[in-house]
């Protein structure tokens, strides 16, 4: 079926691909007069045309540099080459919006310098990729470059001649193409974010040069079969609800050359209707996405991702402006422009700006949701719990989904907590400093792999301080967590339990978490992991955790003047102890303060465990790793039940010098009951009984169930406050 | 003749202090009435008066604990005799702004409370403090209780009985009057801020309540000769630049009962013209200490200082509208009072209100300033020098002050830098979590003197891992550094020069900073720093910087699995040891990263050093020290001079992946000439000279220097760039 609508829209498609009006790609004549009739209604409309008009006019006069490539990521030559494509993309925007020719002799004469200089290249000196680059160190830049400049290209070509345009397409595209398309052919096929950007890049091109043949190896693979291309990327890269199993912070970077080639196919034929494709999945995956940030629009920093990124990224403002105008208003899209605070000098652009300017002040509706993952959304996935609004927003993030490619960590269950703007149970993220050419070009760096991807780096269960699949990325793609069940209808207690029963080969694990508003204000992350063993041992559950330690209800050891490694592999090897303790039974607590709020985890000690106070940045010979703090509890038991309470309590005003519920609140929890079958928590807070029922096995909704104490319910968990069924 | 002033006022005030009109401490009835004319005017007066009803309206029906003191800071009973006399004086305000006699009963029966309460009170339980208070741990809180709860009861006695005023007078105040001008006499009389605060609380008392005796003891002293008491404390705590010496976080502190309680005095005898007191004191110490701010408006952390503080606390607040009232219009004060965003419902808030909806996004207008210390400016002082403006501003700050009595450092000619608007170079400011009952109840932590106070925690010259003064509050206290030169002529080579010839007893030293901004934009600190003594120590001079390791021009070592601490005492057992590196002539890079820019620090080596990057946190048992890194450079030498340039480079956009400049600048250092009498460093910075020659021991202005090379100069120092004077 879905190879039959591919041949339909191959073929309606070459009806429409040729001899179009130009330009058309990003931007159409009938584009261009609207946003010049609006240019100075919208105040971030005429302030993003000023910054366009800044940048480029005072380069007019200059002869902008094409540099033979030498240099790696964050180097001379990637950054010109970076900027150079940029360039070219905005004064093709200033041509048409002004109509002032200057524009388009400014993106002719760059051109110009690559079509000389592009068919003389081989794979750049500093290529260390798979997928080497020409002009840039690795390929994927090629397609950047591909992509913008074919954009570029489309916007002035009306104002060359043919033998320009003959000059420009088979000197400065033509290699390009052929090269990925022919010498990289593998890896344009492939269905990966990387070659999202090269069909784009290639289909921008093909759009812009009336070519055919690069139109449908765009759209549908080298071998025009549409088992591979645009089209099949957008059917396998994406799970139904828009996921991106790499993660939001890769979902930004994906995303652009999905709405740019989408936007160019939409203009320049309609009729494939490809932003209904799928059930409009990059409608959804947009929306994921940014349900996938913290108030301040950062990403949640699943797999690989650096921390500093945000919806504000130029990808992020490219989107939401092309999809405004094909989608229409959208009242999370206005919040998240008014704090991009700039538009693409576009259509789109134009008509968010005029939204900006009739309704400011728009606020991201945060939501609690789940994605799946997996093409057909039958591989696992990850919940958002949250509560509050504004300022008092706790997202609490579940991650049950399946490895994410080349860029997934291993941290099956893993859970990371925001909190009044701010990442409380943390994730590493990534070791990179992207752009700074010191920091090994740029690149991930060799601790990316050997720290921040491992388990130990995260907040789920090691297992005899080994990764989750022995930390081989291979092994972990092969499989995925399983959601058990979810329960979002009571706002006040949310839950969610996923299981795992792969990452190691002899452990099945649980994971049920709860978002708990207790009726008087208290919110409590109640989290209840569960392994299974036939054997015995050494489970290690962390929380990296963000903030100054407060005080602890046990005692502990500290090293004072001299520190030694938790382990000395799979990442524990990059963790300093700095403090250790033997606690017992029943409980222990740890109270940290992060700006104006306390954090206190309370975890039941059956019987005995340790405590690790740690910290990262051994084996660092390169400081590249932060310094961050840990709290980890290690017992030794074949089939052991953790539970962990984090209650987010009172205020600290450290400009008034006030702090108020600077204690816990919970004074006891407690497993009354924990058999084959089903187990029972309970928690003392505020002198108040919270009970926590769940069912190991039995996940239907509709069995019911007696604890031996008597308290009876229906399906896989109950939770009681006071008596009352929450 | 301060003497015959002091009787004038004296006598003066005498003749004016009975039977005034009330309220007439805080708020007049012509200002209650401006007040009231306004409030629906200005949007941040109206949202000032409705933030005071919704604290106030809600707790009219609730029966207000004054309850039995008991706890320590942090703790119960402390916040809530805290909250209480805020809570008065606010339902003071209201009562007059609105008429409306249910807050002055409000405040009547709080006040009751206190008048069955207080004839009780013996030492507080939980009193550490030389200075022990009664209703509070420590004198100081009962100080501002009675400053507030005076002021509160002005307000609102004319809605009280005679006997009920009795009631008050009696059982509320004297025995706190009593305690303090009697039992604690002698802290009372000190010239030293707690002391302010103390004969504020009297004086408020004696103004609300009539009675001269009180009035007398707070502006006189308990002896009534002017040798002691509120105008010698203006005479002695501020120099005459209005420098509070120990610096603007105490400032901050100190200045809010100045203003509270002398704007009484004003109120009620103006001719004591109090405001213009030693040449506008009052006027002078709020601009000193809003210069001594971040461009975020957080106070640079001299001495003791909590870095969290900023001029939008309560006290700046406070002082602002007063002054406002009082001196009249100020652009800075209006930029503050934006950021405020708040106003105290009186006269001069309704003032500030009017001009900050008249004229919205003032901006602090920043200096380059030098602050001499000493009440006769004699003893030192902190300079500011400055480049650059709004988020692009440099400010690189040099004390060679006083001590700072008990809230000093042993950090003799340090210097910190705040560049785009984040701490570069850091002071660790002081070990405390204010307001933490957990934290030893909010009180100063043993690191505050152990690490925080010590040499080695600063950015100046450790000799023999020994701080100066040997650590002795004492000792300090008696010296001052020495201004040698400056010169703020030129704002792109603003220099300064002093010297310590005390801290340690052998050992004369000597630091010249130059903050440049070199044709083209690049802004380097060029710091000499010469030590002099007869015999060999070891010397070391510590960098704290704030950021991520990018790269060194230099091997070094790190301690991959085990580390050590870098010293045994003096602040040095709290130090790890992360790698250390044996350097060689001429010259040593190391380059960090804080947000978008990059900072290398380029330091000669006239032969060889060892380089230390440590990180505090060792020896904490408490977990009560951020981890924080620094850059250490030891030589062991008789008369070293180090020369370092600090240049502040470049552009990260983590955003959109860019770097720019992010290579130092710097290709060389070099000491041309080093004799008994004079230097010349020359630096190639861009390919261009920087010269810098300065002298040793002769500083006259006009003196003429030729060094071997010929270069002249007139003055104690000279700085050429690329061949021209600066």
Redesign the interface.
């Known amino acids: 079926m879905i190879r039959l609508l591919y041949i339909f829209c191959f073929v309606l498609f070459s009806l429409f691909c040729t001899a179009q009006q130009h330009p058309v790609a990003f931007i159409t004549k009938a584009d261009a007069a609207f946003v010049k009739a609006n240019l100075e209604k919208y105040p971030v409309l005429q302030k993003s045309f000023r910054e366009l008009k800044n940048q480029i006019d005072p380069l007019l006069t200059q002869d902008i540099d094409v540099p033979f490539p030498k240099d790696p990521a ?1 180097g001379y030559t990637h ?1 010109r080459h ?2 150079n494509y940029m360039l070219m993309f905005n004064a093709g925007l200033l041509y048409n919006v002004t109509g002032d020719a200057k524009y388009a002799l400014f993106v002719k004469n760059i051109l110009k310098k690559y079509a000389a200089m592009n068919p003389g290249l081989k794979n750049h000196p500093e290529a260390t990729s798979s997928s080497p680059g020409r002009i840039f160190w690795q390929a994927l830049n090629d397609a950047n470059w591909m992509l913008y400049s074919g954009l570029a290209y489309d916007m002035v070509r009306n104002s060359f001649t043919t033998a320009e345009r003959k000059q420009i397409e088979d000197g400065a595209f033509k290699p390009e193409v052929d090269y990925v398309t022919r010498d990289l052919k593998d890896w344009f096929n492939l269905l990966h974010n990387h070659a999202v950007w090269a069909c784009a890049g290639v289909g921008a091109i093909g759009i812009a040069t009336d070519n055919k043949d690069y139109i449908d190896m765009a759209l549908y693979g080298t071998t025009k079969d549409g088992k591979k291309g645009f089209l099949a990327q957008m059917d396998n890269l994406f799970s139904p609800d828009g996921y991106y199993t790499e993660g939001p912070y890769y979902t930004r970077y994906a995303i652009l050359p999905y709405a740019l080639l989408a936007n160019a196919v939409n203009n320049t034929n309609p009729g494939i209707k490809i932003f209904e494709h799928r059930d409009r999945i990059l409608f959804k995956a947009l929306n994921t996405c940014l349900q996938q940030t913290n108030i301040n629009g950062q990403f949640f920093p699943l797999n690989d991702a ?1 921390k ?3 919806y ?3 990808e992020l403002v490219t989107a939401v402006d092309i999809f405004w105008k094909v989608y229409g208003p959208n009242n999370n899209w206005l919040a998240v422009a008014e704090k991009q605070d700039r538009v693409i000098v576009s259509r789109g652009g134009a008509e968010v700006a005029a939204a900006l300017a009739a309704k400011p002040g728009a606020k991201m509706n945060y939501k609690t949701l789940e994605s799946t993952d997996g093409v057909k959304g039958d591989e696992g996935g990850v919940s958002i719990l949250r509560a509050g609004s504004g300022k008092d927003l706790t997202s609490l993030i579940f991650k049950y989904t399946s490895h994410g490619l080349s860029h997934g960590h291993f941290d099956k269950l893993n859970i990371n907590l925001f909190d009044h703007g701010n990442e409380i149970l943390t994730d590493y993220g990534s070791v990179r ?7 090994y070009g ?1 690149r991930y760096l060799p601790e990316n792999t050997k720290y921040a991807a491992q388990t130990i780096a995260h907040n789920t269960l090691v297992a005899d301080e080994t990764s989750h699949f022995n930390g081989i990325g291979e092994e972990g793609e092969k499989y995925h967590s399983d959601k058990l069940y979810n329960n979002f209808s009571n706002p006040d207690a949310l839950v969610i339990a996923a299981k795992d029963e792969h990452a190691y080969s002899n452990i099945a694990m649980q994971r049920q978490v709860a978002l708990i508003n207790i009726p008087g204000g208290k919110r409590l992350v109640v989290d209840i992991f569960e392994a299974n063993s036939q054997s015995a041992h050494q489970y290690d559950l962390p929380f990296q955790y963000n903030g ?4 602890t209800s046990f005692p502990y050891r ?1 090293f ?6 938790l382990g ?1 592999k799979n990442g524990y ?1 990059f963790l ?1 102890k ?2 250790e303790a033997d606690v017992k039974a029943p409980m222990v607590q740890f ?1 940290f ?1 992060n700006q104006a709020k306390f954090y206190t985890l309370s975890s039941l000690v059956p019987d005995s465990a340790k405590i690790f ?1 740690t ?1 990262s ?7 590249n790793l ?2 961050e703090p840990a709290f980890i509890i290690r017992r030794k038991d074949t089939s052991p039940v953790f539970v962990n309470v984090l209650e987010i309590h009172g205020d ?9 519920d ?2 816990s609140s919970i004074s006891s929890i407690a497993m009354i009951e924990n058999n084959a079958d089903q187990l029972l928590v309970e928690i003392i807070t505020g002198g108040k009984k919270l009970q926590l029922a769940k069912m190991k096995k039995d996940f239907s909704t509709t069995s019911n169930h007696t604890t031996a104490g008597g308290l009876t319910w229906k399906g896989p968990y109950a939770i009681w406050y006071d008596g009352k069924k929450m």
Chains 1, 2 share one sequence.
């Open positions: 964050g950054d970076k900027a650096l500093e990124k945000d504000t990224s130029n400093f992207i752009g700074v050419e010191q920091k740029g100054q330690l407060i005080s500290t004072a003047t001299s520190l030694q490694t000395s090897q300093w700095e403090a109270t303060l106070l910290r940045g051994a084996n660092d010979p390169n400081f932060r310094r600290y005003d450290s400009v008034n010098e006030f702090s108020k600077a204690y």
